[in-house]
């Protein structure tokens, strides 16, 4: 089948980076608009950063300046390179397509499963 598989937390220092990967698995013919959110221990699920297919990017204001979103559509794969990362980025991060279209049929809303963030400082 189709998922949606992260890759890349850890934990890190403050000030420190981390480059999150989202990769597709399966036979992938695209995807539209990809995102990256995260959620703290007791909090919300927000918003990140988006990118869609033709690249345009959103970030949330709290990260502007120190993440990065990307993405490869030959690869299938979104990426989210994080710097000077601060201890209230803890998080589990998660990645998530509006849309994707495979040999299995199309997909809608499709996330990931989640790759924990922790900064200490």
């Known amino acids: 089948q189709v998922e949606l598989v992260e890759s890349g937390g850890g934990l890190v220092q403050a000030g420190g980076s981390l480059r999150l990967s989202c990769s597709a698995s399966?036979?992938?013919?695209?995807?539209?608009?990809m995102a990256w959110y995260r959620q703290g221990t007791g909090l919300q699920r927000e918003l990140v950063a988006s990118?869609?297919?033709?690249?345009?990017?959103t970030y949330a204001d709290s990260v502007k300046g120190r993440f990065t979103i990307s993405r490869d559509n030959a690869k299938n794969t979104m990426y989210l390179q994080m710097n000077s990362l601060k201890p209230e980025d803890t998080a589990v991060y998660y990645c998530?397509?509006?849309?994707?279209?495979?040999?299995?049929?199309?997909?809608?809303?499709?996330w990931g499963q989640g790759t924990q963030v922790t900064v200490s400082s």
């Open positions: 990118i869609s297919r033709d690249d345009y990017t």
């Open positions: 399966g036979r992938i013919y695209s995807i539209g608009d």
């Open positions: 998530n397509a509006d849309r994707l279209t495979s040999q299995y049929g199309p997909f809608f809303g499709l």
